[in-house]
T-cell receptor
Framework: GEDVEQSLFLSVREGDSSVINCTYTDSSSTYLYWYKQEPGAGLQLLTYIFSNMDMKQDQRLTVLLNKKDKHLSLRIADTQTGDSAIYFCAERGGKLIFGQGTELSVKP | DSGVTQTPKHLITATGQRVTLRCSPRSGDLSVYWYQQSLDQGLQFLIQYYNGEERAKGNILERFSAQQFPDLHSELNLSSLELGDSALYFC???????????FGPGTRLTVL
């Protein structure tokens, strides 16, 4: 069945790059998404990538997609304390399936 | 601000009770989705409506039901509440289909 997996925690120092990884199972996924959830808030769409793309860059965010391995990653350059949040990857084949979320902690 | 509004923000109730959560989608969005976020289950898709019609069903319990009204706002009804129903309930909307979804701030339900 459809499944999306992420590691649960990531801790980095301010100014470093963060890489959050995600694997998915549905090979018919058309779009893959990254959402950010700050404490006490809803999910905010950060970026998305179409399944026929390998990479998408948007300011400090770089999304890499390895469709063969069904692996998606989100790189945040120059990570700031304001980037501390939970990051969800999601795939859309039929409905939207979310991973468990990766809690990113940025230490000053 | 995503443009999706949800009321109430917090809801505290007792087991066995029934509650209604309300969602107003972004202006122009025809699709509304409901999600449940809990510590043990993560973020689970419950149900989707498109222009008033049920479009897709996820892990929604029979005690739960939803509808979308002609003005496109949606309500999620939760009945015979159990302790395990305590969670954050999110509504999201999109223009059509499963295109980019914009999430509301959520309703935190606590069942005592």
């Amino acid at each position: 069945g459809e499944d999306v997996e992420q590691s649960l925690f990531l801790s980095v120092r301010e100014g470093d790059s963060s890489v959050i990884n995600c694997t998915y199972t549905d090979s018919s996924s058309t779009y893959l998404y990254w959402y950010k959830q700050e404490p006490g808030a809803g999910l905010q769409l950060l970026t998305y990538i179409f399944s026929n793309m390998d990479m998408k860059q948007d300011q400090r965010l770089t999304v890499l997609l390895n469709k063969k391995d069904k692996h998606l990653s989100l790189r945040i350059a120059d990570t700031q304390t304001g980037d501390s949040a939970i990051y969800f990857c999601a795939e859309r084949g039929g409905k939207l399936i979310f991973g468990q979320g990766t809690e990113l902690s940025v230490k000053p | 601000d995503s443009g999706v509004t949800q009321t109430p923000k917090h809801l505290i109730t007792a087991t066995g009770q029934r509650v209604t959560l309300r969602c107003s989608p972004r202006s122009g969005d025809l699709s509304v989705y409901w999600y449940q976020q809990s510590l043990d289950q993560g973020l689970q898709f419950l149900i989707q409506y498109y222009n008033g019609e049920e479009r897709a069903k996820g892990n929604i319990l029979e005690r739960f039901s939803a509808q979308q009204f002609p003005d496109l706002h949606s309500e999620l009804n939760l009945s015979s509440l159990e302790l395990g129903d305590s969670a954050l309930y999110f509504c999201a909307s999109s223009v059509w289909g499963d295109n980019e979804q914009f999430f509301g701030p959520g309703t935190r339900l606590t069942v005592l």
